[in-house]
């Protein structure tokens, strides 16, 4: 019985031994090319995007504990479709984990860059309209029928999205670029008729570029939107410090969108915790 307590001890102390620096890398590169679980890939950050695969999982795992089988998790700024095409297949994944069906959904211009909306705010010494061009056919002809493309300006689009949406929003990419889209397409989680589980997780691509501040570009658009916002607010996700490769810059562009509301009528059914 000592033996097999001091066994477990030497193997809890050799496996935290594999996640410090020296190692850890190494292990990594091993779980990559082996045929594990999508836990043990979102754990040692073992994809192209761990953002996207770790806002995708926790996301589904939150709905799952709340009895919801089906949930949206979108990207905002599709362009070739790397990040969509990524989305999809960690998607397929999850479902088979969890159980949630996810349902993947691109949201662009179709044509890369619109014209910048006036200011400083959109960085207009940084973007060019038409950067990041999309070829459709190309795209379309990769997504499996579940997937959605979604194109025209988020102005519009987000609205008519709104209006037919079938499930909660678990997971929102978001790579606009602009703070004017990106304002834009947060009204997703503002309006009335919002459908958002009651943490929404987000990755906000441009926030440690040179010539990102708070009064421009992703960051005011988040700003902007904790102060008009009475009942969703966007912060960062802080528990994602204990993770293995916490170090790493994608961590620090992991936001949440809590649903204050939601949460307020939410209540815990699950037995008392023991310390
Ligand atoms: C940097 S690219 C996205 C890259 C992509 N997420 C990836 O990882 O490969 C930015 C995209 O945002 C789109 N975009 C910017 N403002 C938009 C708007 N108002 N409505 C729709 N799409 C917009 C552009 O068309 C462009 O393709």
């Known amino acids: 019985m000592e033996r097999t307590k001091e066994g477990f001890l030497y193997m809890g102390f050799l496996l935290r031994m594999l996640e410090e620096q020296p190692f850890r890398l190494l292990v990594r590169t091993i779980v990559k090319r082996l045929p594990l679980g999508v836990r043990t890939y979102e754990r040692w950050d073992a994809v192209d995007r761990p953002q996207y695969l770790t806002g995708m999982l926790t996301a589904a795992d939150l709905a799952r504990e709340g009895g919801i089988d089906s949930i949206y998790v979108a990207e905002f700024g599709v362009a070739r479709g790397h990040g969509l095409l990524a989305m999809q297949s960690y998607a397929q994944l999850i479902e088979k984990?969890?159980?949630?069906?996810?349902?993947?959904?691109?949201?662009?211009?179709?044509?890369?860059?619109?014209?910048?909306?006036?200011?400083?705010?959109?960085?207009?010494?940084?973007?060019?309209?038409?950067?990041?061009?999309?070829?459709?056919?190309?795209?379309r002809a990769r997504l499996l029928p579940g997937s959605e493309l979604i194109l025209g300006d988020v102005r519009q689009t987000v609205p008519e999205f709104m209006k037919r949406q079938v499930c909660p929003l678990g997971f929102l990419a978001m790579d606009l670029d602009f703070y004017s889209s990106t304002k834009q397409a947060l009204e997703i989680l503002r309006l009335p008729n919002r459908q958002m589980l009651r943490r929404v997780f987000l990755y906000f691509d441009d926030i440690f570029l040179t010539e990102n501040h708070r009064f421009a570009g992703e960051r005011l658009a988040i700003e902007e939107f904790n102060s008009e916002s009475e009942f969703v607010k966007i912060d960062r996700w802080y528990s994602l410090c204990g993770r293995i490769f916490r170090d790493l810059r994608w961590v620090q562009q992991m936001y949440v969108a809590h649903d204050l509301a939601a949460i307020n009528n939410f209540h815990s059914k699950r037995a008392v915790q023991i310390v």
């Open 97 to 139: 984990e969890t159980g949630v069906s996810l349902k993947v959904v691109g949201f662009d211009t179709g044509s890369g860059l619109p014209p910048a909306r006036g200011d400083f705010r959109d960085h207009p010494d940084k973007w060019a309209e038409g950067d990041y061009p999309m070829d459709e056919a190309w795209l």
